[in-house]
């Protein structure tokens, strides 16, 4: 059963850190290039990072130098550690598959930063 599980979200003051996760099961994760997501009500879902199947990572710019992208393929799991959250941060953050290749959505994880 293809499945994705995140978790780690919360809430946090402005300035602070959080570390979400994500499990992947039913499909092959080793090498796969992933993605971290995120989506505020009302608005289209957004790109936050992918990680290449060799672990290349690349950013949105509006979380460059504050948020970093992990992979860890024997345990299957994602990482994103986020420094320095801002208010603008708080959303429902999901991990996928690369835009054109994603597969059934989790429930995602909800981080909220608010002072």
């Known amino acids: 059963q293809v499945q994705l599980v995140e978790s780690g979200g919360g809430w946090v003051q402005p300035g602070g850190s959080l570390r979400l996760s994500c499990t992947a099961s039913?499909?092959?994760?080793?090498?796969?290039?992933m993605s971290w997501y995120r989506q505020v009500p009302g608005k289209d879902r957004e790109l936050v990072a992918v990680?290449?199947?060799?672990?290349?990572?690349d950013y949105g710019d509006f979380v460059k130098g504050r948020f970093t992208m992990s992979r860890d393929d024997d345990k299957r799991t994602l990482s994103l550690q986020m420094n320095n959250l801002k208010p603008e941060d708080t959303a429902v953050y999901y991990c996928n598959r690369d835009p054109g290749a994603q597969i059934q959505w989790g429930q995602g994880t909800q981080v909220i930063v608010s002072a």
């Open positions: 990680i290449s199947g060799s672990g290349r990572t």
């Open positions: 039913g499909f092959t994760f080793r090498r796969c290039p």
